[in-house]
């Protein structure tokens, strides 16, 4: 029997299940204990139990228990925009790897049925979702960033035949795949207010919803309707994105604004939210969407910057919220 083995016999059965590790080094044991649900006074009588079991062995002197206590609860971020187009996906892809960027571990679900486009913007080689058990097993991709599409459930084509059931069952079992330790989910909803936002509310309560505009009217009345939707299912709003506002023509530098600029920003103060941010109409972020380079993963790049800044304010959202 190992030493390691000889202090596992000694543990009360009724505990063993709750001992992560335990190692000894010299005459000193440690128990690293998952801890996770109990309250103070029974995880300090679950310590006090391994302490006294482990240390009535001959060659041990102390037993240092460690007890991790309830892991953060996984915060889901919903991204929801009124219509089509407007660069929801392209958001969510480039929040993820700068959230990433800063410590969290993060999942993106592509929830986007009509249109999945993750796998493009994450680099991902098309193939099909692998299960173990009951639960499906996300992508890794290249950039630190775990993810799940829609479009790895369905053949290409098929999915605008879905029903509603369907397509929340679909939903479901993305959410619930084997996320291990992510910490934040974002969630690229599809446009509009259908079946799968309506799941996602009803099952999985966001945390927090990012909402997506550009800056013309029209955008912004479709963009209302999908904040009312989180409002009405009380899922605090982190805040709004402008998205393509501003283009700089790439040969003579000269700024314009084929959508307009700084309705989304004046849209989130009339409604009393907050602006997260506004990314630029460019080129650049297309071509390296395309190719599966997100730029923000180029943090210190001109178009990595945008997103930057709007992943560290929706980290402070978080914060807040969690
Ligand atoms: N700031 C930007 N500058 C240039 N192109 C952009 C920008 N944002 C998004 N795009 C491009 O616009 C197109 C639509 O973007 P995206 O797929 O992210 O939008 P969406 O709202 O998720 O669309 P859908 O409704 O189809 O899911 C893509 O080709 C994307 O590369």
């Known amino acids: 029997m190992s030493i390691d083995e000889t202090i596992r016999a000694r543990i009360p059965a009724e505990l063993s299940g709750m001992v992560r590790s335990a190692t ?27 302490e ?45 790897v700068a959230l990433a960027g800063m410590g969290h571990k993060v999942g993106v679900v592509d929830a986007d049925i009509y249109g999945p486009s993750q796998a493009t913007l994450l680099a991902d080689t098309p193939s099909k979702l692998r299960a173990e058990g009951e639960k499906l097993i996300p992508h890794d991709s290249d950039f630190g960033v775990k993810f799940v599409s829609m479009g790895q459930l369905v053949e290409a084509g098929k999915a605008i035949a879905w029903r509603g059931p369907m397509v929340g069952q679909a939903l479901s079992q993305l959410m619930d795949a084997d996320w291990g330790d992510t910490d934040v989910l974002l969630v690229d909803l599809p446009p509009g207010t259908g079946d799968v936002q309506l799941t996602m509310l009803q099952k999985f309560k966001p945390s927090a919803a990012v909402v997506v505009s550009t800056p013309q009217d029209l955008a912004l009345i479709d963009a209302k309707r999908a904040l009312d939707l989180f409002r009405q299912a009380q899922v605090p709003i982190a805040g709004i994105v402008e998205n393509m506002a501003g283009y700089m023509c790439p040969s003579c530098g000269d700024i314009s604004d084929p959508f307009g600029k700084g309705g989304a920003e004046a849209a989130a103060k009339e409604l009393g939210l907050p602006f997260l941010g506004r990314v630029p109409l460019a080129m650049e972020i297309r071509q390296k969407s395309d190719a599966g380079t997100p730029p923000a993963a180029a943090a210190d790049s001109d178009m990595g910057k945008p997103f930057i800044g709007i992943a560290a304010q929706l980290h402070r959202a978080l914060e807040q919220v969690g």
């Open 24 to 50: 000894l080094r010299g005459n000193v044991a440690t128990l690293v204990v998952d801890a996770g649900g109990l309250g103070r006074s029974a995880a300090a009588q679950l310590q006090r139990e391994l």
């Open 52 to 96: 006294e079991a482990v240390g009535a062995l001959d060659h041990v002197s102390e037993v240092r228990v460690a007890l991790m206590a309830d892991r953060k609860e996984r915060q889901i971020i919903a991204v929801g925009s009124g219509k089509g187009g407007v660069g929801k996906s392209t958001l969510t892809a480039n929040l993820a």
